[in-house]
């Protein structure tokens, strides 16, 4: 069974050894997403707007191998402060009410101070 690399474009991939994501067989691994701006590459002040931003582009890479958000089985959720919880909530709840994978959230420091919260997913197709 084939690995394949699939490629956002960032100069971190290769600088930092990662890949956005990785499809093989049925499975298919993203990457942490952070939300910036898919035009102006910053990042809004709104925690809400960041998990929105970063779930359009997991979304975008799932289907562009061929899952939807429907295939995904695992998510993990990294916050900035506890407090964001009520804030991104409802971009969750939009994207995963009714799919309800698996999922943990961490408090944690991100690398850059604007972002408020990274998103990971695993699908699994079929």
Do not use: H
């Amino acid at each position: 069974m084939a690995k394949k690399l699939v490629s956002g474009g960032s100069p971190y991939e290769p600088k930092l050894g990662y890949s956005r994501a990785v499809v093989q067989g049925n499975w298919c691994f993203i990457a942490g997403t952070t939300g910036a701006d898919p035009v102006t590459k910053t990042f809004p002040e709104s925690a809400e707007l960041q998990a929105r931003n970063a779930l359009a582009t997991i979304k975008t890479v799932l289907e562009g191998e061929g899952f939807t958000l429907n295939d995904v089985v695992r998510a993990s959720y990294i916050i900035t402060d506890a407090a964001l919880l009520e804030e991104i909530a409802p971009a969750l709840g939009d994207a995963f009410g009714d799919i309800r994978p698996a999922a943990t959230m961490i408090v944690a420091g991100l690398v850059n101070p604007a972002m408020k919260v990274e998103i990971e997913v695993t699908a699994l197709r079929g």
